[in-house]
């Protein structure tokens, strides 16, 4: 039975695409096994880039964006899956190169759904979402490198945004000394408030800056690459790691071997759009270990209807934390 439903969808135009908030019917959504209605999605830094056509991420269009998604499965042609299930799904495609979660129905392979963990809501699995999932499997892999909370502080670059955010409120809860770097000074008591102990400013791009700096960092989750990622690299303590997922302050990296060679640091490539396997894994930590204890304090939660400036807005990087979108609103 076809549904009627609300939606952002993107439709090819000269320079940026057009938004528009549509009325669609189900039979308008890329194909999939799974009906979901959406309740939650949310705007990763992708969803802002793509809702303008930049960076060549949507290549077909019409498209409704949007990275991740939470809801309940209304129809479903996969066994595994039944009316009344919950889900979150993230990656694989949806947003990109198949329609995404800023709508209020959804259509998806049963192949890219995986249950809520136990004790999550919808609303909770919404703030994590991609971002919270990119910081709950930096912190899973530095670990299996090696990192613990009695080695020295971990730093937490592009603090205020979403993935930091989460990152920051985690490695808190799991025990880690953590350090912000901001470039937003007024922020300073929101990132006390999810456990940061120390902030710091952005660096300042040296011309020709020594190879090695005085190791401060036992970890660090980088959202912001370029020069920043270029100075971890050079101010990490011996045998620190660092999650390296983000290019928000530029995809350039100028850095020598040495603290590879002779400080044993290790630079660990984030990909986020993980196998389900390994996605079930790190759920199942976020929901109990690296459980975060201030997600309705991350999340700004707004309706489809304001999506469009809020996609702005995370371009612009006035956004703070995580928002989600409320598709009941
Ligand atoms: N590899 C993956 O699978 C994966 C997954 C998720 C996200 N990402 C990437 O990770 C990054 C963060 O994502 P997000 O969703 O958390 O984005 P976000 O919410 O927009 O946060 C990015 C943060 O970076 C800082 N920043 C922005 N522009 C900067 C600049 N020019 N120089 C230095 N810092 C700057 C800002 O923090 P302050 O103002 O506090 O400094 C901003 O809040 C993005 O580049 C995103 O594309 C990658």
């Not at 308008?28 to 009906?35: A, K």
């Not at 190169?97 to 209020?104: I, M, N, R, V, Y």
């Not at 929901?287 to 996609?311: D, F, K, M, S, T």
Request: a negative charge.
């Amino acid at each position: 039975m076809a549904h009627t439903f609300n939606a952002l969808r993107l439709l090819a135009g000269d320079p940026a695409p057009v938004r528009s908030i549509s009325e669609l019917t189900t039979e308008d959504l890329s194909p999939g096994d799974v009906l979901i209605e959406v309740a939650y999605s949310s705007i990763n830094y992708k969803d802002a880039l793509a809702s303008r056509g930049l960076n060549g991420i949507i290549r077909n269009w019409p498209r409704i964006g949007g990275i991740d998604l939470t809801g309940t499965v209304l129809e479903s042609a996969d066994a595994r899956w039944r009316a009344g299930d919950e889900v979150v799904v993230h990656g694989f495609g949806i947003g990109v190169d198949h329609d995404g979660g800023h709508a209020q129905r959804a259509r998806v392979s049963g192949d890219w759904c995986m249950r809520i963990p136990n004790g999550f809501s919808l609303f909770d699995a919404a703030v994590l979402g991609a971002a919270g999932y990119t910081a709950g499997y930096s912190l899973h892999l530095m670990e299996l490198n090696g990192l613990a909370p009695e080695q020295g502080p971990v730093l937490v670059t592009g603090a205020t945004g979403g993935v930091a955010s989460v990152a920051i409120d985690m490695l808190t809860r799991r025990g880690y000394k953590v350090t912000a770097m901001s470039g937003k000074p007024e922020a300073m008591p929101y990132l006390q408030s999810l456990g940061a102990s120390e902030v710091i400013g952005r660096i300042d791009a040296q011309a020709k800056p020594k190879p090695l700096e005085k190791g401060q960092w036992a970890g660090a989750v980088d959202s912001v690459g370029g020069d920043t990622l270029a100075w971890l690299t050079r101010t990490m303590l011996p045998g620190g790691v660092i999650a390296a997922f983000g290019n928000a302050g530029g995809a350039e990296l100028n850095t020598t071997v040495l603290p590879f060679i002779l400080r044993g640091v290790s630079l660990l490539g984030i990909n986020a759009n993980s196998p389900m396997p390994l996605r079930e894994v790190v759920w199942q930590k976020m929901a109990n270990e690296y459980r975060p204890a201030h997600l309705a304090q991350i999340a700004h939660v707004i309706g489809l209807e304001e999506l469009p400036e809020w996609l702005d807005r995370t371009l612009e990087g006035k956004v703070r934390g995580r928002t989600v979108i409320d598709m009941r609103r």
